[in-house]
């Protein structure tokens, strides 16, 4: 679920220069991640905290689990959902 709503949100912020501005803008506050979401959910994507912080743990699991015994250390910014985000919307 959470992934759709991010994906959601990449895809209007990359086509709406607001909504782009507005989510860079929680990057300086002093709980971006926090005020990340509360904006997202105001503007009617399904994005908490929670979720947003157990996604990345939940893909560098998997990413781990997936070469049998071969990945024994995470990769270093793999787990960071909310990072991953940004690099997206940044870059367009």
Do not use: H
């Not at 959470?2 to 607001?18: F, G, P, Q, V, Y």
């Not at 024994?72 to 960071?80: H, L, R």
Request: proline letters at 2%; one cysteine or more.
């Amino acid at each position: 679920m959470i992934e759709r709503e991010l994906e959601r949100l990449l895809k209007d912020a990359k086509s709406d220069a607001a909504l782009k501005s507005e989510l860079i803008k929680t990057r300086e506050s002093e709980e971006p991640v926090e005020d990340f979401c509360n904006l997202a959910r105001e503007k009617g994507y399904e994005i908490y905290l929670g979720e947003l912080f157990s996604l990345g743990l939940t893909e560098n699991d998997a990413k781990l689990r997936s070469v049998n015994g071969g990945g024994v250390n995470p990769i270093e910014g793999w787990d960071d959902a909310y990072e991953q985000f940004f690099t997206s919307l940044l870059w367009t």
